[in-house]
């Protein structure tokens, strides 16, 4: 899996759950900037990745298994 398609899944997730990845942030305790696609490079371009805490807060807010959330990687 690559940066890509884990940004991916997150944004697949928040859709499928009718959300926006802003929401998805803020059901899960997390600040609403978290998932923003401008946070997702540093300003010298280097990958930002999604911590494992903001994936499990995600995962617990929504109820979700994470086997389940695997789908969403492509």
């Not at 398609?5 to 959300?19: E, R, S, V, Y």
């Not at 978290?34 to 280097?46: A, D, E, I, M, P």
């Amino acid at each position: 899996m690559n940066h890509e398609q884990i940004w991916g899944a997150i944004d697949n997730f928040a859709k499928d759950k009718g959300l926006s990845v802003s929401g998805l942030a803020k059901i899960s305790g997390l600040d609403a900037t978290t998932f923003n696609k401008s946070k997702r490079l540093s300003v010298y371009g280097q990958e930002r990745w999604p911590s494992t805490n903001s994936i499990s807060k995600i995962l617990m807010a929504t109820n979700t298994k994470f086997s389940d959330f695997v789908k969403y990687i492509k």
